[in-house]
């Protein structure tokens, strides 16, 4: 008798008889967990295709929560699948379930620079929040959300987060509309245990005029992150340096 371990295998294996085989023999399995996840998942996570397709046909559950919480979508999303983001969609998953650390699958795609998977999202129901809209880069439509929601800084769930995702999507713009607002701890650690300045540094690509709007705000380029490691420092390792020239 097959077991939903043997099904995994096969899924990861890409061998499409097997998985047909033992979901034909074993409809119980679509619904079936292995630790967290369901068939579903997993096959998302393998990129198997033709099990999705299966897995979908027969019943299985869009919205089921696998490691961390994740839907199908954060699955999806997290690996870049445009065309299973779309086939979700189609059977009705739904955009807006967030993973146990208060992620949605639109933020996540946002964070993970695809554009075009967030634009399906929003299509299907999801809402643009402020966190979304500063990670896209995407200002007038970040500055009419605080325009309409003032409180909308300090009710985001990762609101530290916010002046990263801004300097990630290297907008100077939309980091300056932060950094405007009193809300906003130009030396707060975000998730990532970095303070904002650390971010900016760390890339060759980001532009000189976040990094001066960031110390012009009063950010310290001696606060070390959580592992002891300061701007400066981090600049000199990485060749940035030249980021705290004047222009």
């Known amino acids: 008798m097959k077991t939903i371990a043997d099904l995994i295998d096969a899924i990861d294996a890409q061998d499409a008889d097997v998985?047909?085989?033992?979901?034909?023999?074993?409809?119980?399995?679509?619904?079936?967990?292995?630790?967290?996840?369901?068939?579903?998942?997993?096959?998302i996570r393998a990129q198997n295709r033709e099990a999705i397709r299966l897995l979908l046909r027969l019943g299985a559950d869009v919205d089921s929560q696998g490691n961390s919480g994740e839907s199908p979508l954060h699955y999806a999303v997290r690996t870049r699948q445009i065309d299973i983001v779309d086939s979700l969609l189609h059977a009705s998953a739904n955009p807006t379930l967030l993973n146990e650390t208060g992620i949605s699958p639109l933020l996540l795609a946002a964070r993970s620079g695809e554009p075009d998977i967030a634009d399906r999202l929003l299509l299907a129901g999801a809402s643009l929040d402020l966190h979304s809209a500063v990670a896209l880069g995407r200002f007038?439509?970040?500055?009419?959300?605080?325009?309409?929601?003032?409180?909308?800084?300090?009710?985001?769930?990762?609101?530290?987060?916010?002046?990263?995702?801004?300097?990630?999507?290297?907008?100077?713009?939309?980091?300056?509309l932060l950094l405007d607002s009193p809300d906003i701890d130009v030396n707060s650690f975000g998730l990532s245990g970095e303070p904002p300045l650390l971010v900016a540094v760390g890339s060759s690509n980001t532009k000189k005029s976040i990094v001066r709007l960031l110390l012009q705000h009063g950010a310290d380029p001696k606060r070390p992150d959580r592992n002891g490691l300061t701007a400066l420092a981090r600049a000199k390792r990485v060749g940035t340096l030249h980021l705290f020239d004047e222009p």
Not at 25 to 40: F, K, W
Not at 153 to 176: F, M, Q, R
């Open 19 to 43: 998985v047909a085989e033992t979901l034909r023999n074993h409809p119980d399995l679509v619904s079936a967990r292995i630790g967290d996840e369901q068939p579903l998942h997993c096959a």
């Open 140 to 176: 007038d439509q970040a500055k009419a959300i605080l325009a309409a929601h003032p409180d909308a800084i300090p009710n985001t769930l990762h609101k530290n987060d916010l002046l990263p995702d801004a300097i990630y999507a290297n907008c100077p713009d939309l980091v300056e």
